[in-house]
DNA sequence: AATGGTCGAGACGCTACCGTTCCATTCATA
DNA sequence: TATGAATGGAACGGTAGCGTCTCGACCATT
């Protein structure tokens, strides 16, 4: 499958540094079979991620705010834990800061995620276990921030044993983006 | 200055793509004056990298644990909102996680700053603001891991104005490490 | 069996960078 | 001022990927 081989090509060497030639020899396919099919790596890509990104939905709510903040931190695990998702995802930001060619691609990942969030946010306000001035941008970089730099910046390939530790502390932060203001 | 040069074609293509041709001809060198210095673009980067290190030195106690994580994090925020700066660690990272050539670089750079984290939590526990039986891991991570993704991930330019808003949920995470285990 | 489209494979000229080598110029020191 | 080391700059042959194009093999439909 061209997908598949593209993000291995992706994973490996990093966006910039596809080589499709490469990509259709690892597909067992002629370059011909992808310059017939898309204008450029750009849409190639779009087209690959978005094959994928269907994959990700699906928000169920649970019981309570630590309920849903384990669900979504876990889901997080599984993606950061994909060997393939965690270099390309690392690669897009890193590609991002020095070029605007992906922005569109990784905004539009995030903002889905975000989506998610704000929904878990919302239902907790309307459970009363947040107020409803949190600052909601600020809320979600501490949902996910430290589990990401963990997993991603340093390397750690945290597992589900881990998963509590994160869920208690990043309830308690976030209860406190209502305090003080 | 070659390595001024160095970053900046660093920050601008990504470390695999630094080509040592553009990186002399932006210093208005020659190729021979690098490659007379140093074997390899691995040693090149190295050196490069422990010359701007030392600037990042010098962590002040402060007087409670908030103003530590205040400095603190004012210090990341300058270093994120550098334009080379923050390209090249957002490439290191996505670098490390698919080739460990530039894996002990990026870890004592990261090293480094993890040991002002350590002794500042020890101040803080020495103070009792903190229990003593606490997670250094994971409170450091709490402690950038939010701004990090702020900034990085999302590519906010997070001013001074906005920092006050972190250290408080910050505070609030970190000392929430103790509580529940 | 004949036909038309898709496929893989590879050749094409082109550009970029590699790491080395050479040379004429510059610069600092004696 | 004379001398020797270091420098900027250019050329070298080699590799790699670009995007286009052609071709024979294969397969499905008629």
Redesign the pocket.
Known sequence: MLFRALFEEWAENGYTR?????VATRA??????I??RWP??LEFACDAIQNVEVMWSGFIQQETFKDDIRAYLRATITVLRHPLARRVIADMVAERLRSSELSPLLDRIVSVRRQFGYRMLDCAIARNELCADLDRELALDFLIGPLYMSMINRGNSTTLADLEKHVAVVEAGIKACCIDR
């Open positions: 596809i080589s499709l030639e490469n067992g396919a002629g370059k011909a079979a310059y017939r450029s790596k």
